[in-house]
Every structure is written in structure tokens, then in C-alpha cells.
């Protein structure tokens, strides 16, 4: 562990000074273990110098009695504890691995296995801000590339590394490594990354990982580590509306009263306005008060205890957030669900229902559709069974406060537990609250247009964008006349075989969405529910003819 | 617009929200106690998170009567000016059948008087969750543990029945009997914990600085003669040398290193310039593979 050890034998309060001000990556790594993930992590972990001399000895002995590389130091079997645990019986689930380097510190999420992939891979991308995506350079894409990076944009992280790896065994050819990215740009399009990193790796032979590789002089772009530790990753909340959970109300005798949250979203500076959102009562931020003293302001991701003006009802479970800006308060929220156990969902039957700020009862009243996280297709399912996921309708007992995921994964999430056994059963990402309640059925006025009886025009582009299992299109929100703007990308998405599901307020505006289906030779079916209409839009005869050439072996 | 937030803050924050949903969700909390710097870390973060008011939840120590004495007095000073209640358990089965780590050896003697002695305080005060200062990149076996560790009943960790963990919603549900171990510095590694310790001027117990204290050469480790218990073997004789405690524990069981660190800023330079990990210095580590697997299915931390 000797990073920087002139400055730390010279100077260790130089050192201590300067790395106080590291930051924090939390990253997770996809891909099997041909793809040479382990040695990858491992690579990691001993160029930054945090392996120590104990568990090099080890590390020698067992590269000489287990590993794989002729004797020579396997990487991989720094993270072994896996092979034990096989062998033992012992569930493998995600393993956390630790390293820093002179700017960042990092958490791996590593997700061993095809077993229980996908519940793993969301389980370590849930706190994940960055993803590395492993390919074989030989192989190129393959069903399971897809799949990584479906889940991958589910989870909501944005920032993906394609690590196309083993290129020492392709020659380090600039062609290969090209076609590969540029088919992965093209397939990953509709996900909705940020951004896409795709670097020349050979983790074997630490081409590309820390230092820029002689091999690959045509090679212009970051090293692995180099891309890990400058990727920009903070301050996208810190801009967004006020948002904190109440986590604890504080209160040790009478004259104080705090209310102890992590802040969620938004900064906030001791004298603002704040909302409760169930309640709609207000009040002003009087001090923030922390073990070394009160602080002016406080930002996404700090612990804080918030004293307030007002006297004024709050508890745990409620959400404090900005006066103009108050999250969704309602009991029918849209979901991406996971289901992680076992026993299959039961529609109907009660859960409870964990989010940022309470445990409500609630059930599944509908599963929309459930997604191929090989083929990304859609599927009418009655149920979600283990590993499989689907866009579901929730009825809450009582309503709570959340954004959508997309806008905040900490007020955005939820997990399922079973009343009886207490298991985590399932994962859930909000998408809206849905259309309309029956005791809710006023429409926001801003969405009510000027009134000047023009048809409002909808841009459908969006909704194809969102190739994430998200393809609800909710028009309950307009009450004037709809014309849509129809783009390629959309087109192309129904192309696919996909499915959208319209949302309408009434049956009135099933004309503007049969005229759409019309003009563009598209079909759909209509149904009426409790809350409203719905109609499902689809191009037919298409439905099987998006799927991924080449697998990965797995069958799963 | 405020800076990035640094690696110990962001640290800090969720280890003060795991305090915070425990004590939110859980009835009955207790701290487990260990004396040592990841205790002391975890003892000062419960302290920030429910500032101005004290950690609303006892401190306990569980005492195999074996541990150094500057600890035992560190314990009681901190737990005073903390205004914490503290808990101090004995098996006193153990101690009535003599159990020492001289003569049963340091598995069975780690067994009766840590795991067993854990488990009979967890069931005489009823506690349904338990903070411990266990970190995950300490051992390979801890890389996979859930911060949310669920116990049956019988205080086994069974790997089958933990609970996936996403984002940071934490399963609290137990049954009556059942109990949570939480580790709210899972995240933390030595140097974060060292680092913290120093910008926060956390105490720690002074065996962590050099001294020359009087130690013995055994089976190629340092072990300190804390009191008179500790029996010379033939050729072994007391010597004086200038040492530190990388970890505490039992003394009989707890290796020295010699050193001449006596500040928080040498103890971190030596850290970062030396070549073994913590552990090496722990006797139960070395008894046998996957040791610790084993020992956490039996009910240890």
C-alpha cells in the first residue's frame, strides 16, 4: 500500500490534508467471468496499491496451486473467497471491494455468477454510479452485453464504460475495437445513458487499466483508472428541488425539536421556505445544527437535523421539500418492479411497501407488462416470477409522498417485503403516479392550455427514448384537443415490437390516437379500466423480429 | 455552490443514517462496544447522529475478562462522558469452568467467552438489533455480509435467509426472537477510519501509540503481559520494547508490532508504508480457513 509514499515518509500531514479532500465513486462491474471480470477488479485492487504483503503471500501460494495463469500471479484470486464459498455451499450474491488512489475513493459492487443475475446485478447497480460493461474483444456483443446494459439503464446509472477486454488476443486491432463500439453506440441509443466510455482493455496485461497502453497508440481517450477517477458524478441533485425525508424527529427535551433526515435532492441554507408535502403546512429552516457546530447550508447526501420556525406537525414518514417544487403525493404509483424471490408475485395480496420516508401496506393491483431482459420485448404476463421484471400498478393503503426514479433514485425507489416471512420480495423503481384516482380527478392547471380551444400538440419522441420498459404515454393531463408529433426514433421503437400504453382521460381522445394509428399503419387495443381508458398501440406481425444475434451460451 | 461532498462525509452520512433507521424501526437497540477505533468511530457517528440529544440506546461491552486493563478503563471514561448506560457482560459460566486462552486455546476459549457470552446478554435484555463496528473490507468472508445482517432466533446467520439490499432501504422486519446485526461502517476501510479518527480528534485507547511496555516472544508474535496471568513458557523471557496495537482485543490473543508511532499522524504514515493488513495480528484469523465463515454462522460478530 504504497501510493504516494515520498510524500507520505516525508510529509504525512501534507498527505492526511490532501486526501481529505477525495471524493467518492461507488461503480459495478457486469459482465461473467470469461470476460476476465475478476481479473479486472483484482488488476484494480493491486495497481492501487492495496493489496498488503500477508495477502500476497497468499495470493503467490494460491496462484501456484489454483490459478489459471501458469504459475504467474492471478489476479483474479483476490477476490476469490467465491470459489470457497462454491464449494461450501454458500450463497453468492454481491461482494463489495475497496481501493482508493490519490483522488478518489471506490466501492465495486462485484456480482459473481449467472446465478440470480439479475437480481444480484440490480441489488449492486442500485447504489452504483458509474457501470463498467465487460466484453470480450473476440466476441463482441453478446445477449448478455444487452442484458447487463438493460438493467444497467433500469437501475438509472448513466455514466457506462464499455471495457472491451482481451484485445491482446485480437492483435490490439483499432478496426475490432471500433466496430464493437460502434455497435454498442447504436444498440445502447434507446437506453438513455449519458454517456458511453468505450476503452481498449487488457486487464491481464494491464493494457489501458492505469497507464495509457504502448499498444494502443491509436487510442486517444481516458484509462480505465483515469476515467474512474475524474468521471463527474456529484452535484446532478444538488440543483433539483428540495427534498428530505424524515428520517427521526429529534427530541430531547421541550425546547428543541429537530427532524433528522438525509437530504435527497436540492441544497437548503439556514432562513428557506420549506413544505411538508403531505400536509401542505410551511415553514422556514431556523437552524441546521450538527455535532460541530450549526451549518449555513447543507446539500444532497448529508445526514443533517433541521430545526424549524413554525411549530408545526411532523413526523417520520413525511417529506420536507422546496415551497415550488413538492413531490407526488398519491396512492397509485406506476413501477418497474423486480421480483427477487422465489415464490411469484401474488396480484392482490398485501406487502408492505418500504420508500424513503415510510412502510405502507399495499398491493400489485396489475401487471401492465413484463420485459425480456434478453430480447428487451414485451410480454402480457399475469405475474412476475423470480428475476423477471414489469411495469405494475400499485394501490396504496394510504398515500405517500415520492418523485419518479428518474428524478430521484433515493425518492423514487421502493422495496416489497412479505408480511408474513419478512423476505425482500421485490425491487421497485416509480415511474408516475398513475393517471387518475377516482377521489383526484382535477386536472393541473397549467396543463390546461390557454384556453384558446387550438388542438395541444404532444411530442411522442420521448416515450420511445425511454426504452427502458417506461412506454406509458399518460395523456390524462390534457383536457383540450391532442394533435402528436410523431418522430423516427418512435416509429422505430414500435418497429421493434414494442408496445406503448396510452393513458387517456376519457374516451374522447381516442380519436387523436386512432388517427396516429392510422396515418402511421399502426394497430391497438382498447380497454376501459377503473380509472379510466387505455389503449395499448403496437405495429402488427412485428413482434419477434428484434431480437440479438449470437449468445452468450448461458441460456439464460 | 458548496464543494463535492469528500469521501468521509459521504462515509459519515450513511453510516448516520443506518444509526438512525435503527433506532427509528427497532425497539430494543443496543451498541456493541469493543473498545477499539472502529468502535470508537461507530460510538462517535451515534453520537453526531442524534446531537444535541445522547444515543438514545445503551452501550455494551462484552467482557471475556482477558482484555488489556487501559481498555477496561477507556470503556468506563468514555461511556461517562458520553452519558451513556453501559452494559458490561461476563459468562460468567465460562469463567466458573476457568476458560482461558492459555489452556483451551484460542478457539474454544473465543467461542465460550465472546460468542456464547454475546449470545446469553443479547437474551437476557431482549435487544432486537445490535450495532457492531465490523467492516467489510477487514476479511474476504465480510466482502458479501449485509449491513442489515438478520439473526434467527437461535442467533445464527444463515446466508440463505439475507435479505437483498438496494439503494438505502433497509428491511427491519424481525419476528419476536429474531434479532439484526447492523454494521453502519460496512463502507469504511482502515484508512478511512484512521483518517476520520484524525480530523475528527476522536479518543482512542492509548495502546494504539507507541510506548515501551513489557512484551513476550511467542510462536513468532508479541504478546504484552497486561497482568499476571500471563505464564512464561521455558526460554521465554519479559522484554521491554517500544510498541503499538494495530487492533485490540484480548491481550493473550493480540499481537504487538514494535514501532515507535506515538501520534495519530505516525500511526497513519506506519499504516500506509507497512505491508500486512490489520488482521494479521489476530489469532482467530489464523486458526483455519474460513474460520470466520464458520464463526459468524455460530453467532459471532
Known amino acids: ?556 | 455552490m458548496s464543494k463535492n461532498l469528500t469521501h468521509l462525509q459521504q462515509l459519515e452520512a450513511e453510516s448516520i443514517h443506518i444509526i438512525r433507521e435503527v433506532v427509528s424501526e427497532f425497539s430494543n437497540p443496543v451498541m456493541l462496544y469493543s473498545i477499539g477505533k472502529d468502535s470508537a468511530v461507530m460510538l462517535h457517528l451515534a453520537r453526531k447522529a442524534f446531537y444535541p440529544a445522547p444515543p438514545p440506546f445503551p452501550l455494551m461491552h462484552v467482557d471475556t475478562t482477558w482484555k488489556f486493563r487501559e481498555m477496561i478503563a477507556f470503556r468506563d471514561k468514555m461511556a461517562a462522558e458520553c452519558g451513556l448506560d453501559l452494559i458490561v457482560h461476563v459468562n460468567e459460566e465460562g469463567v466458573r469452568q476457568g476458560i482461558s486462552p492459555f489452556t483451551h486455546g484460542s478457539s474454544l476459549y473465543t467461542d465460550i467467552m465472546k460468542t456464547e457470552g454475546l449470545k446469553q446478554a443479547l437474551d437476557r435484555y431482549k435487544f432486537d438489533a445490535a450495532f457492531g463496528g465490523a467492516r467489510r473490507d477487514e476479511e474476504k468472508s465480510r466482502a458479501k455480509e449485509r449491513i442489515f445482517s438478520f439473526r434467527s432466533a437461535n442467533h445464527r446467520w444463515d446466508p440463505k435467509l439475507q435479505r437483498p439490499e438496494l439503494w438505502n432501504l433497509y428491511n427491519t422486519r424481525i419476528k419476536p426472537g429474531e434479532s439484526i446485526r447492523v454494521f453502519p461502517i460496512s463502507n469504511w476501510t482502515e484508512l478511512d477510519v484512521w483518517q476520520y479518527i484524525h480530523l475528527e480528534n476522536i479518543p482512542i485507547v492509548p495502546l494504539y501509540y507507541a510506548a515501551v511496555r513489557p512484551v513476550v516472544e511467542r510462536d513468532g508474535m508479541l504478546i504484552m503481559v497486561d497482568d499476571d496471568r500471563l505464564e512464561l513458557k521455558p526460554g521465554e523471557t519479559v522484554q521491554y520494547k517500544s510498541v503499538r496495537f494495530r487492533t485490540l482485543g484480548c491481550y493473550p490473543l493480540t499481537a504487538a508490532v514494535e514501532s515507535e508511532a506515538a501520534t495519530l499522524p505516525e500511526i497513519i504514515q506506519e499504516m500506509l508504508l507497512t505491508r500486512t493488513s490489520e488482521r494479521q495480528g489476530r489469532m482467530i484469523d489464523h486458526d483455519s480457513a474460513g474460520s470466520m465463515e464458520k464463526k459468524k454462522q455460530e453467532g459471532y460478530f
Open chain 1, 1 to 556: 500500500m504504497a501510493h504516494q509514499s515520498e510524500l507520505i515518509e516525508e510529509d504525512i500531514l501534507a498527505y492526511l490534508k490532501s486526501h481529505e479532500e477525495k471524493t467518492m465513486l461507488r461503480f459495478i462491474t457486469c459482465g461473467s467471468v470469461d470476460d476476465g471480470k475478476s481479473t479486472l477488479i483484482g488488476r484494480l485492487l493491486w495497481d492501487s496499491k492495496m493489496v498488503f504483503e500477508d495477502q500476497l503471500a497468499s495470493l503467490e501460494a494460491d496462484s501456484k496451486k489454483v490459478g489459471t495463469q501458469g504459475g504467474a500471479i492471478d489476479y483474479a484470486l483476490l477476490l476469490d473467497g467465491l470459489q470457497a464459498e462454491r464449494e461450501q455451499g454458500i450463497t453468492i450474491d454481491v461482494a463489495y471491494r475497496y481501493f482508493s488512489t490519490d483522488k478518489r475513493k471506490f466501492i465495486v459492487a462485484d456480482t459473481p455468477g449467472h446465478e440470480q443475475y439479475t437480481r444480484n446485478m440490480i441489488t449492486g447497480a442500485s447504489t452504483a454510479q458509474v457501470a463498467i460493461i465487460l466484453v470480450d474483444a473476440r466476441k463482441g456483443l453478446l445477449t448478455q452485453t444487452r442484458r447487463h446494459s438493460y438493467l444497467v439503464s433500469l437501475v438509472g446509472i448513466t455514466h457506462v464504460v464499455l471495457a472491451v477486454n482481451k484485445m491482446d488476443l485480437i492483435g490490439f486491432d483499432q478496426q475490432q475495437f471500433d466496430a464493437i463500439r460502434r455497435d454498442y453506440e447504436q444498440f445502447a441509443a434507446s437506453l438513455g445513458f449519458g454517456d458511453i466510455t468505450a476503452i481498449p482493455l487488457s486487464a491481464l496485461g494491464g493494457d489501458n487499466m492505469i497507464e495509457p497502453s504502448v499498444n494502443t497508440v491509436w487510442y486517444q481517450g481516458p484509462t480505465l483508472m483515469n476515467y474512474l477517477e475524474n468521471v463527474p458524478v456529484d452535484g446532478d441533485s444538488r440543483a433539483e428541488p428540495f427534498r428530505m425525508p424524515v428520517q427521526w424527529v429529534n427530541r430531547p427535551h421541550l425546547d428543541f425539536r429537530g427532524f433528522c433526515g438525509t437530504i435527497a435532492a436540492g441544497t437548503i441554507r439556514q432562513g428557506d421556505e420549506l413544505r411538508v408535502a403531505a400536509s401542505g403546512q410551511t415553514s422556514r429552516v431556523a437552524r441546521i445544527v450538527t455535532m460541530n457546530g450549526d451549518l449555513p447550508e447543507a446539500t444532497a447526501g448529508q445526514a443533517v437535523t433541521l430545526t424549524l420556525e413554525d411549530e408545526i406537525d411532523i413526523s417520520r414518514g413525511d417529506m420536507l421539500s422546496a415551497l415550488d417544487a413538492p413531490p407526488s403525493y398519491a396512492r397509485h404509483p406506476e413501477a418497474n418492479l423486480v421480483w427477487m424471490h422465489d415464490e411469484p408475485l401474488q396480484p392482490g395480496q398485501i406487502y408492505l411497501v418500504k420508500t424513503a420516508t415510510a412502510v405502507t401496506p399495499g398491493r400489485v393491483t396489475a401487471v401492465q407488462y413484463a420485459i425480456d431482459v434478453n430480447t428487451l420485448e414485451q410480454k402480457q404476463v399475469q405475474t412476475l416470477g423470480l428475476n423477471e421484471i414489469g411495469v405494475v400498478r400499485l394501490e396504496l393503503d394510504r398515500p405517500i409522498s415520492f418523485d419518479s426514479y428518474r428524478q430521484n433514485r433515493q425518492t423514487g425507489s421502493f422495496i416489497l417485503i412479505d408480511r408474513f416471512t419478512n423476505a425482500t420480495v421485490a425491487a421497485g423503481m416509480i415511474i408516475a403516479a398513475a393517471p387518475v384516482e377516482p377521489s383526484q380527478a382535477v386536472m393541473p392547471a397549467e396543463r390546461s392550455g390557454a384556453g384558446n380551444g387550438l388542438p395541444r400538440r404532444v411530442s411522442l419522441s420521448e416515450a420511445a427514448a425511454s426504452g427502458t420498459g417506461v412506454s406509458v404515454v399518460d395523456l390524462t393531463g390534457y383536457r383540450e384537443p391532442l394533435e402528436f408529433d410523431v418522430s423516427d426514433s418512435f416509429l422505430d421503437y414500435l418497429g421493434k415490437g414494442n408496445r406503448i400504453l396510452f393513458r387517456l382521460r376519457d374516451v374522447e381522445q381516442l380519436q387523436a390516437v386512432a388517427l396516429l394509428a392510422y396515418e402511421q399503419t399502426l394497430s391497438f387495443e382498447f380497454d376501459r379500466t377503473a380509472e379510466g381508458v387505455s389503449v395499448l398501440l403496437f405495429k402488427r406481425g412485428l413482434r419477434s423480429g428484434a431480437r440479438v444475434s449470437g449468445d452468450d451460451g448461458t441460456g439464460i
